[in-house]
């Protein structure tokens, strides 16, 4: 049971697969779920949970569960300090949530302005140029005025100062964020996640090296925990309906589990 409370299901699956096949038979598939959950093999977890009707996941729709169950890993990761890891896997999920509140709250669906080659998608150099719906500029000129006016010292636009338009990353998602949707807290909320990413999220890629909770914050100003905090904030900008219990459904699968036993 320590394994289970440790969120280490595939050292428990591995412990109960080494006992007799009777003393194990009552959860043994279900530890092989929350085995796959926590690697994020939805198919299997689909699949076993249909055979044993051990449902675990509390968010149904296939972009959303995808998205949250994402984020729900990110707290694992947390949890048990592989503070490498949880910064590391940040990129993706704001990039994704940035994209769809995009979408939600500012009627502008990235994926109209992009193109896809092999599996990468990039922005579209013809679109990105193309008056947005209901605004008076482009993609590209938001995000180059945006961008040139970060990068000047006297916050002056700098029309030589270009943004490299290339393959869709969070920071033109933010400067797209600020121009389309009128909220200012949520400005100031994507404006600190891409903060975070961007001092932190290229030592932990590139860099051998310790990081712990206070180095985040040294680099940052936001501990591990506000992070995470952020992310879960970002949910509320989505029509995910994401309820605060559902953020414990680790917790209650775990009880789950050792129930079986």
Request: charged letters at 30%; one cysteine or more.
């Amino acid at each position: 049971m320590e394994h289970i409370d440790d969120y280490d299901y595939r050292a428990a699956y591995s412990v109960a697969a080494d006992m007799e096949k009777h003393l194990t038979a009552n959860y043994i598939k279900q530890l092989e779920i929350a085995k796959y959950r926590l690697s994020m093999n939805m198919k299997m977890v689909n699949n076993l949970s249909a055979e044993t009707g051990f449902d675990c996941t509390p968010v149904k729709g296939t972009d959303a569960r995808k998205i949250f169950e994402y984020a729900l890993w990110l707290s694992i990761k947390l949890k048990r300090e592989e503070y490498i890891d949880f910064i590391r896997g940040i990129t993706p999920i704001i990039e994704e949530m940035f994209e769809v509140i995009l979408k939600k709250k500012g009627n502008l669906d990235i994926e109209k302005y992009c193109r896809t080659t092999n599996n990468v998608r990039f922005w579209d150099q013809n679109k990105t140029k193309e008056k947005l719906p209901n605004h008076t500029m482009s993609i590209k000129e938001i995000v180059n005025s945006a961008y040139g006016a970060k990068h000047n010292k006297d916050g002056r636009i700098n029309p030589d100062k270009d943004f490299a338009l290339t393959y869709v990353k969070s920071e033109a998602l933010v400067y797209l964020i600020e121009a389309v949707i009128n909220d200012i807290k949520l400005s100031e909320l994507v404006t600190n996640l891409r903060s975070v990413e961007e001092k932190v999220r290229n030592i932990a890629a590139h860099d051998i090296a310790s990081i712990d909770d206070n180095y985040i914050k040294n680099k940052t100003g936001f501990s591990t925990k506000n992070v995470m905090d952020m992310i879960k904030s970002l949910f509320t900008y989505t029509d995910f309906n994401i309820k605060s219990e559902y953020w414990n459904s680790y917790e209650e699968m775990n009880k789950g589990l050792k129930a079986l036993m």
